[in-house]
C-alpha cells in the first residue's frame, strides 16, 4: 500500500499528460472547424434586383443594432426579439429592402427565443440559403436574395408538415399589417 501511494502522484501527471498531449493535437482540428467558409454554395434562386450600398450607406438606414444582424450577421438575443411572440395577420420584410418575405400562415411558436416560419413566400426566389461552417457548427443561413441582410438561420427540426423552421432575427424583418386590400404575394 505505502508502494501505490508513493507512485500514484507519477500516474496522475501522466495521465495529465496524455490528457495535454490529445488537447493539442485535437487544437488545430478544432480552429480549422470554427473558420468561416468562404467556399458557400446558393441553394435557391436568385432575384434579378442586386443593391449595392456602401456601408456608410448601410449605416445612415438602418440602426445599429440592425446593421450589426443584417450587414455583420450578428443575432439578437433570444426571448428579446418583437417578432418573437407577435402573431398579428401581416406581411414580414426584409427591414433592410423591404422585400416580402413571409406572412402570418408560415408562422409558429417554436419556443426558440427567435420568430419562427415554415416556409417562405415566393418560389424561392427571395430568401438565399448558403452553407454556413461558422462556430464549428454546420447550419445553412438564409439572407434576403435581394439586398444580402443575413436574416437568421433554417433548421429541419419545423413541426409542422414542411419540417423546416426558418430561424429569424427580429432585428432583420419589419411587419406590415394585412387590411382588406393588402393580398400576400
Known sequence: MPFAKLFSPIFRLQSMKKIFLCLVLALPVFSVSCQNSNNNSNTSKSMSTSYNKTDEEWKKELTPEQYHV???KGTERPFTGEYNLHFEK????CAGCGCELFDDSQKFESHCGWPSFDAELGNGDRIKKIKDTSFGMIRTEIVCA????????????????????YCV??????????TDSTKTK
Request: net charge positive; aromatic share 8%; charged share 25%.
Open 169 to 178: 432575427n427580429s432585428l432583420s424583418i419589419d411587419f406590415s399589417p394585412k
Open 70 to 72: 443584417l450587414r455583420e
Open 90 to 93: 401581416g406581411i414580414y420584410k
Open 146 to 165: 435581394k439586398c444580402g441582410g443575413h436574416l437568421g438561420h433554417i433548421f429541419d427540426d419545423g413541426p409542422t408538415k414542411t419540417g423546416q423552421r
